[in-house]
């Protein structure tokens, strides 16, 4: 991986009062490459969408965070929301799932460019300014005839280019796009995705994509990270996770993933865990085909595989740190079958 | 809990008659346009949102309705369930043709077809419990009123949906439930009245992909269970290759394609299915995301496209497919979105002008040449485009590009709407295979 553009080290969000905190996003470290495209998978309610926001600075009243954030030499946990506001748009940008929602309708699409360049880089003219929007819109798709319109006037995939056009005028370093086309038709689907793939070539921009579809990380993404209950259990390139899944969270859901290839329907029981009272030792010990007693117990500790690859399972050992008889198959009670997502 | 005078055997039209049977539907939308046009007081348009479908939902099959959001699927399964009136054809259902049933007659139809929704957040009263919302249908179709009657009745058929045990989630709230087990309590919903016919539209793609395979592996046991038959609707053919006995392709009001699934799956004739198979990510990380996706989206289905709708997309779209006017605005406006910010564009856009004078349904082209411009630099930017991509479809649909009195004058071929087919196992609408002989007929 080339210098990352982006370091987070042990970054933790939690909602509510520090007796009973819910930690959306527990103990998380990550690094972002210039450049690379870097997909973040798992279910809902798993804290994907969650980190994604705590990266940018951009977490709801209430939420509280600490660790770091290290972006260009700074920790941007803790940056005053101003400092932030200044940070985000030039440095860090971000799609948001629903493209309706975040433009606003009273506004050319002409202005929503004209604000954004003139909040971040009031040295240009209006001549420039215009130049660079056009050119951008028109990476995305988006016709110079098409300037002047309001949001309505565009379909849903259009809107999304727009928003992804908006973020990309800044010449971010890195673009965080949250679900960017879940609400989109397959096709439509598509053709975002090889915008978002040509990110690097076009704009040398890193992409963080957070998403629940492992065919869309398959595809598009260089490096993987599976979140579950808050942590990530597991990371590494594409190629060698799935080719090789080292937690067996991360093989059930490349299992459950139905595409065209799909010979048989599989799914995971039960549900994400509920982060006030999450389970004791691996959170995913209750779902997990493989769990063993030390799985119940212990929380799995990070161990380091080839390649770059990280995992938090106890199958992948210490050893040394399994109390004798840990190795065991855990004996549980069944999990009903509609205790699910 | 199916009473046994349900579809006895001896039914005569049990013969592998359909189920169901829909001839020449069409379900037409009024609108009266945006606001703004309706200030300056323009005309109101029409939505076809279906328009001319056929087809037949035989007894225990699962049939997939398969389209993008504006291909009409939706409204489809809402005509054949009296939610939307038709403005012509005919729906039979049992042999008895109920288009033009008045509501309350539909009414009581409606017991023998259910529906579920994609939203099981938005499909269920959040007022009431589980035990009210599921016996609900029972006390409107006055079928049970006893109070314990209705309870035990709702019991039985939450535990046949796997909401186990139904003392659980009886007197939950559908907020306390998780999407997997709402969408769970509307399949129970729509079976406690025993219905012959389930439409079930988009009911997974809300749901997490670890959840998705149990809710279809529960249909496919209610199928078999409670003999249903299915009308599925979605827009994602991978789910529906494992649910599906027959796929029919919707584009823009129309069935393009349909057949035996996996003849739709192993050999997809309509460009539109190929590409939408071509579209689907495949968890494969030796497959890069296509590139050679059509261009565009579905268009507004109150103004469609001449001759094949989907020909504005279509890779392999050539002469008789229904070029026009519009098709010319789209071509320069996608050429101008990939030189955006470049000197040339600007000087193109000048020279042609308004492009709203190309906004129109119509296989020829008349425009005058902008002020200070000749209608002979407009024909030689277009020779110039031509050259430059010479196998961009859009240029075998033109027959004639001529500078005439200062306008420039470009017809098409004469667009022919193309008519469903039959070919091979399947039948499907697209000139590519008119010239293939049919087997049987």
């Known amino acids: ?20 905190p819910v930690r959306a996003v527990d103990d998380v470290s990550l690094d972002i490459g210039e450049g690379e495209v870097v997909g973040l998978v798992g279910e809902s309610g798993c804290g994907k969408s969650t980190l994604g926001r705590g990266i940018l600075g951009l977490l709801p009243e209430g ?41 606003n309708p009273l506004l050319r699409i002409s202005d929503h460019f004209r604000e954004t360049l003139k909040q971040h880089e009031p040295g240009l003219s209006d001549e420039e300014m215009r130049r660079r929007s056009l050119e951008t819109l028109g990476r995305m798709g988006i016709p110079p005839t098409r300037f002047r319109q309001y949001p309505h006037e565009f379909s849903g995939g259009m809107r999304q280019r727009i928003m992804i056009a908006l973020a990309l005028v800044l010449r971010p370093k890195l673009l965080v796009a949250d679900e960017p086309t879940t609400s989109l038709d397959v096709i439509v689907e598509g053709q975002i995705l090889a915008l978002l793939a040509d990110l690097k070539r076009n704009f040398g ?18 490096r993987m990270a599976v979140m579950y209950a808050g942590r990530i259990v597991e990371e590494g390139s594409v190629r060698d996770v799935f080719a090789e899944p080292s937690h067996p969270y991360t093989r ?90 | ?44 348009g029409v939505v076809h949102a279906v328009d001319g479908v056929s087809l037949d939902i035989r007894r225990g099959e699962v049939l997939g309705l398969v389209g993008e959001s504006g291909s009409g699927k939706t409204t489809l399964g809402r005509t054949l369930l009296g939610l939307v009136r038709a403005t012509g054809g005919s729906v039979e259902f049992e042999g008895r043709e109920i288009s033009r049933l008045p509501e309350r007659e539909f009414r009581s139809l409606r017991r023998r077809m259910q529906v ?38 709702v019991a039985e058929v939450l535990e046949r949906v796997g909401l186990a045990p139904a003392e659980a989630y009886l007197d939950k709230y559908p907020g306390d439930l998780s999407g997997g087990q709402k969408q769970r309590a509307v399949i129970a919903r729509a079976l406690i009245l025993d219905p012959v016919l389930l439409v079930a539209d988009e009911p997974v793609s809300m749901l997490d992909m670890s959840v998705r395979a149990k809710i279809l592996e529960l249909m496919l046991a209610l199928k078999r269970d409670f003999d249903l038959t299915y009308l599925y609707i979605t827009h994602d053919l991978a789910t529906a290759r494992f649910f599906c006995d027959r796929i029919a392709i919707m584009y823009l009001g129309r069935i393009v394609e349909i057949g035996p699934a996996a003849a739709i799956y192993d050999d997809p004739k309509h460009p539109y299915t190929r590409a939408l198979l071509r579209a689907i990510p495949e968890p494969d990380p030796q497959r890069a995301v296509p590139r050679d996706l059509p261009r565009g989206e579905v268009p507004d289905a109150a103004r469609p496209p001449l001759g094949c709708h989907f020909h504005p997309r279509c890779p392999r779209a050539f002469e008789p497919c229904g070029w026009e006017s519009r098709d010319l605005r789209e071509l320069l406006e996608s050429r101008w979105a990939l030189a955006a910010g470049q000197a040339g564009v600007e000087e193109e856009q000048a ?16 425009l005058p040449a902008s002020r200070g411009r000749s209608a002979d630099e407009m024909a030689a930017l277009l020779d110039r485009i031509r050259d430059e991509a010479p196998d961009e479809p859009f240029w075998r649909g033109v027959r004639r590009i001529e500078a005439v009195d200062g306008r420039l004058e470009l017809d098409f071929h004469e667009p022919e709407a193309p008519l469903l087919a039959p070919s091979g196992e399947v039948e499907v609408e697209c000139h590519l295979y008119r010239g293939e002989p049919s087997d049987g007929s």
């Open chain 1, 1 to 20: 991986m080339s210098d990352p553009v982006l370091r987070v080290r042990r970054l933790r969000v939690y909602y509510g009062t520090p007796g009973r």
């Open chain 2, 1 to 44: 809990m199916r009473p046994e005078t349900v579809a006895p055997v001896s039914d005569p039209r049990a013969d592998g008659a359909p189920l169901v049977s829909i001839r020449d539907l069409k379900t037409y939308y009024a609108i009266r346009g945006s606001f703004a046009s309706r200030l300056v007081g323009h005309e109101a």
């Open chain 1, 205 to 222: 921009t890193a992409l963080l994509l957070i998403t629940h579809n492992l065919g869309i990380v398959a595809e598009s993404c260089d």
């Open chain 1, 63 to 103: 939420a509280r965070s600490d660790g770091e954030v290290l972006y260009g030499g700074r920790n941007l946990v803790g940056l005053s929301p101003k400092e932030l506001r200044r940070l985000r748009g030039p440095d860090l940008g971000l799609v948001f799932q629903e493209p309706m929602t975040r433009l």
């Open chain 2, 116 to 153: 579920v929704f994609q939203d099981p957040h938005a499909s269920l009263n959040p007022a009431m419990t589980i035990a009210q919302a599921i016996g609900h249908p029972l006390q409107i179709h006055g079928l049970e009123h006893d109070r314990d009657g209705l309870r035990l009745r």
């Open chain 2, 351 to 366: 020279l042609v002008g308004d492009l709203g004078a190309l906004d129109r349904s119509s296989a020829e082209v008349r």
């Open chain 1, 252 to 341: 059930e859901l490349l299992r459950s993933t139905i595409s065209l290839e799909t010979t048989e329907l599989h799914s995971i029981p039960g549900a994400p865990p509920n982060l006030i009272a999450p389970p004791t030792g691996c959170r995913f010990h209750p779902r997990c085909p493989e769990a063993m007693r030390v799985c119940a117990l212990l929380e799995p500790v990070e161990q380091q595989l080839e390649a770059g690859r990280r995992v938090q399972c106890w199958l992948h050992g210490p050893e040394r740190r399994i109390p004798s008889g840990g190795e065991l198959p855990l004996e549980r009670e069944a999990i009903w079958v509609a205790d699910e997502a």
